[in-house]
Every structure is written in C-alpha cells, then in structure tokens.
C-alpha cells in the first residue's frame, strides 16, 4: 500500500469530523514547507513526518487529533499549549475546528523540526 492509500484508509477508518481535523492539522504542518519524510502507521492510527528521526506525528482518536512533538519536553511553550508528562513527548489536542491555530502549529513544529537538525 503506496503513501496515499494509507493515508485515505487512516481517515476513513475515523469519522468525517476528525477526518477534518486530521487533515487541517497534517496540511498546517506540510504547509511549513520543511523537508518532511512522511509514512502512516494503520495499526496505531498515526500519520508521522520525520526528519533525521521523528519529528511531530498526528494520531487519530474517536473525537480528536493529537500533535505529537516527540522531543516535546526539549521545547519552549511560551503560550502554555503543549499538554503531557512524559520523559520527552508533548502533545497538542485539537478536538474541533476552532482548536486549530495553524500559526501556533507551524511555530510549535519549525521549533520541533530544528531540534532534529
């Protein structure tokens, strides 16, 4: 199964309203314009964009979309936004369209981005 075909069956397999929010979310961070290698994972319902490593990664829930900063913990959160305890992941919850703040995301990921430089 090619990239494209993975990704159509990611979404589908959600409802139309986090199939939404799954592709602004993914769209903001494409629209970045970094050099992102991306794969899907079916099993976990995870969309991932890597460079050098993981870098952010979009999971699929019933009702929302998470943004996963994998060196989350490493990173500035100035405004407050990045939620979870872990030893490194941090997370944005986006569970319906107000939640997305495409600037905010695009920040978040370029400082994400440039910790695996």
């Not at 994972?41 to 979309?65: D, M």
């Amino acid at each position: 199964m090619n990239f494209a075909e993975a990704r159509t069956a990611l979404y589908a397999a959600h409802s139309p309203a986090v199939a939404a929010l799954a592709e602004q979310v993914c769209a903001a961070v494409v629209a970045t314009g970094l050099a992102f290698e991306q794969s899907i994972s079916l099993p976990l319902q995870i969309h991932y964009f890597k460079h050098n490593g993981v870098v952010v990664a979009a999971s699929l829930h019933r009702g929302h979309v998470n943004l996963h900063f994998y060196k989350g913990s490493l990173m500035k959160d100035p405004v407050g936004k990045l939620q979870g305890r872990g030893k490194q992941l941090r997370h944005l919850r986006f569970a319906k369209p107000a939640d997305i703040d495409t600037k905010l995301i695009q920040a978040y990921v370029k400082a994400a981005y440039a910790l695996n430089a």
